[in-house]
């Protein structure tokens, strides 16, 4: 059975630095394209990055230089290392996987067809 489960949420400080880990299937962590998304209170969920299996991550502009993404295949796990936190950066985060080659990786949410439960993440000033 195919799954995702992050790990990781917290409360803390602007400024403060934080780890998120998806552990996944690994049929999904050998998938073509993993993401993380998030959905900062009241806006609409939006992609944080993107890794694909066989090449390097994307990332959004609110988050580049921020918060690397990494996987472990020896773990089975998908990271999101999060750095000088902003209270924008709260919501809950939501790791995310696809098979679909022919849908891109792209940071679009209905591009992907595995998703995890979500691990909350509250920054304040």
């Known amino acids: 059975q195919e799954q995702l489960v992050e790990s990781g949420g917290g409360s803390l400080q602007a400024g403060g630095s934080l780890r998120l880990s998806c552990a996944a299937s690994?049929?999904?962590?050998?998938?073509?394209?993993m993401a993380w998304f998030r959905q900062p209170p009241g806006k609409e969920p939006e992609a944080v990055g993107t890794i694909k299996r066989a090449g390097g991550p994307t990332y959004s502009d609110s988050v580049k230089g921020r918060f690397p993404i990494s996987k472990d295949y020896a773990k089975n796990a998908l990271y999101l290392q999060m750095n000088s936190l902003k209270p924008a950066d709260t919501g809950p985060y939501s790791c995310?996987?696809?098979?679909?080659?022919?849908?891109?990786?792209?940071?679009?949410?209905?591009?992907?067809?595995?998703w995890g439960q979500g691990t909350q993440v509250t920054v304040s000033s």
């Open positions: 690994r049929n999904l962590v050998t998938s073509y394209c």
């Open positions: 995310a996987a696809t098979i679909r080659t022919e849908w891109g990786c792209l940071m679009v949410r209905a591009r992907y067809n595995y």
